[in-house]
């Protein structure tokens, strides 16, 4: 899929719900991974929260965290156990069931998320799902001003692999970030439709918003 399409897709998911935000974000970054897989730090900074640290990889050996196996993603919040809270109106029904995203501590102290590479729902390679997996940022605050709305990260073939969105839509309004794994992007074939449907929310919030 075409980088131009990608960002326009993500832009427009952010457009249609304004008031999940509350800051002025800028442009989602899209990135191709390295052979390697990425590993790379995302954010505002939520103050006083220092950097968060995302994780992904190439469908080979993985485990930049220290998880002790192969793992496909993860995410590393430095600011310890505790802060970032498992935001379950914002993820997957499953994305915290056992085998999935799990969390641990790493020899450092940060409180870590990852997801094995092989879970119930099928291996990193040929995955039957991942579950979508959001926290927010549970002492309060937001994303400051300028904190880019999305990490867009592609294979080496320049297919999509994660987006990594950031907003501000957790409880009471707090930080929030999601991490959504090889997510279901719609074929061209079916942009039309979607690109209706996002106007259609679009106009209605406005509607709401006037009245």
Same mark, same amino acid.
């Given at each position: 899929?075409?980088?131009?399409?990608?960002?326009?897709?993500?832009?427009?998911?952010?457009?249609?719900?304004?008031?999940?935000?509350?800051?002025?974000?800028?442009?989602?970054?899209?990135?191709?991974?390295?052979?390697?897989?990425?590993?790379?730090?995302?954010?505002?900074?939520?103050?006083?929260?220092?950097?968060? +640290?995302?994780?992904?990889?190439?469908?080979?050996?993985?485990?930049?965290?220290?998880?002790?196996?192969?793992?496909?993603?993860?995410?590393?919040?430095?600011?310890?156990?505790?802060?970032?809270?498992?935001?379950?109106?914002?993820?997957?029904?499953?994305?915290?069931?056992?085998?999935?995203?799990?969390?641990?501590?790493?020899?450092?102290?940060?409180?870590?998320?990852?997801?094995?590479?092989?879970?119930?729902?099928?291996?990193?390679?040929?995955?039957?799902?991942?579950?979508?997996?959001?926290?927010?940022?549970?002492?309060?605050?937001?994303?400051?001003?300028?904190? +880019?709305?999305?990490?867009?990260?592609?294979?080496?073939?320049?297919?999509?692999?994660?987006?990594?969105?950031?907003?501000?839509?957790?409880?009471?309004?707090?930080?929030?970030?999601?991490?959504?794994?090889?997510?279901?992007?719609?074929?061209?074939?079916?942009?039309?439709?979607?690109?209706?449907?996002?106007?259609?929310?679009?106009?209605?919030?406005?509607?709401?918003?006037?009245?």
């Amino acid at each position: 899929m075409k980088r131009g399409l990608l960002s326009l897709l993500v832009c427009g998911l952010i457009a249609a719900f304004p008031a999940l935000s509350h800051a002025d974000f800028s442009a989602p970054i899209i990135m191709t991974e390295p052979d390697g897989g990425f590993v790379g730090d995302i954010g505002g900074p939520v103050p006083p929260d220092p950097a968060i +640290t995302v994780a992904s990889d190439s469908e080979g050996g993985f485990d930049p965290f220290g998880f002790g196996q192969d793992t496909s993603d993860g995410i590393q919040f430095h600011a310890g156990p505790g802060v970032w809270l498992p935001n379950l109106a914002g993820s997957d029904p499953l994305a915290f069931a056992p085998g999935f995203w799990t969390n641990f501590v790493d020899a450092d102290g940060n409180d870590v998320w990852v997801l094995p590479a092989v879970t119930p729902g099928g291996s990193e390679n040929e995955p039957e799902f991942e579950p979508v997996a959001s926290w927010y940022f549970s002492p309060g605050g937001q994303w400051v001003d300028g904190t +880019t709305s999305a990490l867009i990260l592609l294979e080496g073939d320049g297919t999509l692999s994660d987006i990594i969105s950031l907003a501000n839509n957790g409880p009471n309004g707090q930080a929030s970030i999601t991490f959504a794994s090889d997510p279901i992007v719609p074929e061209p074939s079916t942009l039309a439709v979607f690109g209706a449907g996002l106007a259609a929310l679009a106009a209605l919030r406005l509607r709401r918003k006037s009245s």
